[in-house]
């Protein structure tokens, strides 16, 4: 599978942002989903996971209640929505896929798939 992340930008402290990402290739309802960051200077981290069917999702603590991760099937794209975004959101934002049919996971090690990254960058 391929993967294509879009909807990053420069915003202030407050504001959203949706991310997208596209996926082509292989029927996408079989891949777990996930988003990761890296901040300047900082290890990639998790953001958020969903499920194959989009029934299960998990989150970083600290985005838990500002951001949602959603994903349509029909249109190959999972979605990341920031909302109330802070300073300390600023990374480079990538999607990733797990192996087909695996379920989902907050380690960036279970995933085989990654997209190319989109800079998201948050002022004060």
């Known amino acids: 599978v391929q993967l294509q992340a879009y909807g990053g930008g420069l915003v202030q402290a407050g504001d959203s942002l949706l991310l997208s990402c596209a996926a082509s290739g292989r029927t996408f309802s079989v891949y777990s989903m996930g988003w990761f960051r890296r901040a300047p200077g900082k290890e990639r981290e998790f953001v958020a996971a969903?499920?194959?069917?989009?029934?299960?999702?998990s989150y970083a603590d600290s985005v838990k209640g500002r951001f949602t991760i959603s994903r349509d099937n029909a249109k190959n794209t999972v979605y990341l929505q920031m909302d109330s975004l802070k300073p300390e959101d600023t990374g480079v934002y990538y999607c990733a896929a797990r192996p087909a049919y695996s379920s989902s996971s907050i380690y960036s090690g279970a995933y085989n798939y990654w997209g190319q990254g989109t800079q998201v960058t948050v002022s004060s």
């Open positions: 969903i499920s194959r069917g989009g029934g299960s999702t």
